[in-house]
């Protein structure tokens, strides 16, 4: 693979990276709103896809990695090709993931936060409710008469 098509294929990978952290902080979006309009239904299914789309941009985060160190090793050998053209690029496409994955940091603070209210209020109704267990009688249920019990009513 020849300098050219490694900068080609880094630059696929990078753009299908933004678009899954793109589309990765629109499903926090429609989390968050699932979370509060306590949709049970929408959150397993964000929960899910919140869950594929991780594992793909680690995927692809890995892949560029791996391409970043190659283009490296091959660009010293046709530096004067990609000199003009990647530098422009990769400057764009690094201003445009810095946006993303600060509105991602945004969402990811607000989810926390919401979790952290939902966390106690359930710990404020698990309290009430083991507290009020204590002071909930229940009146004792007649025993069902056994044979021997019978029988001496009998007599």
Do not use: W
């Not at 090709?81 to 201003?95: D, I, T, W, Y």
């Amino acid at each position: 693979m020849n300098s050219e098509q490694i900068l080609q294929q880094y630059l696929i990978t990078a753009d299908e990276r933004l678009l899954k952290l793109r589309e990765l902080a629109s499903v926090m979006k429609e989390f968050t709103v699932a979370l509060v309009e306590l949709d049970v239904n929408a959150l397993e299914r964000n929960t899910m896809h919140l869950s594929e789309l991780c594992n793909e941009v680690q995927c692809l985060s890995g892949n560029l990695a791996e391409l970043n160190v190659k283009l490296a090793n091959a660009a010293f050998e046709t530096h004067e090709k990609v000199a003009g053209v990647f530098p422009q690029r990769r400057q764009a496409e690094h201003q445009q993931l810095t946006a993303v994955l600060s509105e991602m940091r945004q969402r990811a603070r607000m989810h926390s936060a919401l979790l952290r209210r939902s966390a106690r209020t359930v710990q404020i109704l698990t309290n009430v409710l083991a507290t009020r267990c204590l002071t909930y009688c229940v009146e004792p249920q007649p025993r069902p008469l056994t044979d021997i019990a019978c029988r001496e009513k009998r007599r």
